[in-house]
């Protein structure tokens, strides 16, 4: 156990600290749990869940206050890194909704769920809490969207096996050069 775990696990959870929890507008599927079996703050364990839950528990509940229930459409970018995620209804999937990933390059994978908060609380539990408005516009601008895009569909052709790895390669050499090239250009 890493030394974050065993300092949490020594800390205690309090009574009040677990009334805010109960007192939260929007729950998380986890936390809904343990306040649904009446977590027990004697159990040492039970302790360990709240203290490990509480963080994003406060977080999910934040973020579902502030859009009314309804994140649909804002962006939220993961901490430090440079990855972003939004949610959006599912086009694939009549009736269902999804989280829509994307880095500077370009969108690179989608997870469909049956409700907004089950997408909110799985963007919340992978670290997308930060809001972001404007990202996908700011990103989408940049030649390294379009060369990513650009590079998107060519995997697409290769994995449909309209073109071999040999053109895949080939053409990604052609965009990277023709991006070297317009930086020269530009400096």
């Not at 390059?105 to 992978?126: G, I, K, R, T």
């Not at 053109?167 to 090239?181: I, K």
Request: glycine share 6%; net charge negative.
């Amino acid at each position: 156990m890493d030394t974050a775990a065993k300092t949490q696990e020594k800390q205690p959870f309090s009574e009040a600290e677990l009334e805010d929890l109960r007192g939260l507008e929007f729950k998380r599927p986890a936390i809904a749990r343990l306040l649904d079996r009446r977590a027990n703050l004697d159990c040492k364990f039970d302790r360990y869940l709240l203290r490990m839950a509480a963080p994003g528990a406060v977080t999910f509940d934040a973020i579902m206050r502030k859009f009314n229930g309804d994140p649909s459409g804002m962006e939220f970018k993961a901490g430090t890194r440079d990855a972003w995620a939004f949610i959006l209804p599912d086009a694939s999937e009549p009736g269902r909704v999804r989280v829509q990933y994307f880095d500077r390059s370009s969108f690179f994978s989608h997870h469909p769920y049956d409700s907004v908060a089950e997408c909110l609380d799985n963007m919340v539990s992978e670290g997308y809490t930060l809001e972001d408005a404007g990202a996908l516009d700011r990103l989408s601008d940049t030649d390294q969207w379009r060369r990513g895009v650009e590079v998107s569909g060519l995997i697409q052709k290769l994995n449909a096996k309209e073109i071999t790895h040999e053109e895949f390669n080939r053409r990604v050499g052609a965009l990277s050069s023709s991006g070297q090239e317009a930086a020269a250009e530009a400096a």
